[in-house]
């Protein structure tokens, strides 16, 4: 055999192996993301999310593959969304809020599910209990809607004066039914009356600040839901400039001029929902593995906002603060 035509039939064999060798390598498997918000505003949690990845050893883009799909605050989307995400054959779907995880739901009953909620995950019908999940769904859940109560009433403690109070909810969003009757019966008990503004776009978000000098509302409790958190610098910056006693869930909102925030750790939970994401791609079974409750929650308060309110913060309430922004 001439010495080329060897080199040419090694260099053939050798292109083969290597051909054969990639077509048996296993395909990166593929997590679908569904979201009823929008990127903007949603970059911390997906960094907490990712985070959980990576501390299993899943890195986007090495050895997962994530698909996105952002309903831009148009939840009508989010049935087709899922669906598609079901015929790409995705491996697990990720659902952040409960109207993605209930759109994924009814999507498939056979791809794994992993979500994020504030709601009751059994009363919404995502699984059978915490301890035993049955079927495709498991995941994180927090006491955001729970808390919605306790928010009015530490509100109620700093502004005590105040008995009209507006409650801003979103109504698209599947708690907000639980939300209302929580804080409607905790208004009852401490003697408020209150008043329901609901907003689903930014413009109605301005709309309903723009409506509380008419109300003469003396405080503002804004409900959970996904559509607020991502805007919640604009809520914060909202009730400043309107001069509102105001308390939303999440720091950001204190942060950006918000009086108070009283929730659960949000990027804590994403995590927690990130690791669940990989334990599913390791091969865990969603039956398997119990409903995480992220339990730890976090009083900030903002004394600055307080002392432009015109408000003295009672001392008890300082000492029960994980942080006060001065």
Do not use: C
């Not at 910056?237 to 009086?259: C, E, K, V």
Request: no cysteine.
């Amino acid at each position: 055999m001439r010495r080329r035509e060897f080199i040419t039939l090694v260099g053939g064999a050798a292109a083969a192996w290597t051909v054969a060798a990639r077509a048996q390598q296993p395909a990166m498997p593929v997590v679908g993301f569904l979201n009823s918000t929008s990127l903007d505003g949603y970059r911390p949690m997906l960094s907490a999310f990712r985070k959980g990845l990576q501390e299993s050893g899943y890195i986007e883009g090495r050895n997962v593959a994530i698909e996105y799909r952002w309903a831009e605050g148009r939840n009508d989307r989010l049935p087709a969304m899922a669906a598609e995400l079901v015929r790409r054959q995705v491996t697990v779907i990720v659902g952040m809020d409960t109207t993605s995880v209930l759109a994924a739901r009814a999507a498939t009953t056979t791809i794994p599910i992993v979500f994020y909620t504030g709601g009751d995950p059994v009363q919404l019908g995502l699984v059978t209990s915490l301890s035993r999940p049955g079927g495709n769904l498991t995941g994180v859940v927090t006491l955001n809607v729970e808390l919605a109560a306790k928010r009015l009433q530490l509100l109620h403690e700093l502004v005590p004066a105040a008995n009209i109070i507006a409650l801003l909810v979103n109504p698209t969003d599947s708690n907000v039914e639980t939300t209302l009757k929580s804080l409607r019966g905790a208004a009852h008990a401490l003697g408020l009356q209150v008043h329901v503004l609901r907003a689903s776009t930014e413009r109605e978000i301005d709309d309903a600040f723009a409506v509380l000098s008419q109300l003469k509302a003396g405080g503002l409790v804004i409900g959970s839901d996904v559509f607020f958190n991502t805007r919640s610098e604009q809520l914060g910056a909202l009730a400043s400039r309107h001069g509102m006693a105001a308390i939303y869930q999440y720091r950001t909102f204190a942060l950006a001029g918000g009086l108070m925030s009283y929730s659960g750790d949000i990027a804590e939970s994403h995590r927690l929902a990130g690791g669940y994401t990989a334990q599913i791609l390791k091969g865990e079974k969603p039956a398997d593995l119990p409903v995480q409750q992220a339990t730890k929650v976090e009083l900030i308060i903002n004394l600055k906002t307080a002392k432009a309110l015109g408000l003295t913060i009672p001392l008890p309430l300082i000492g029960r603060a994980d942080e006060v922004i001065e």
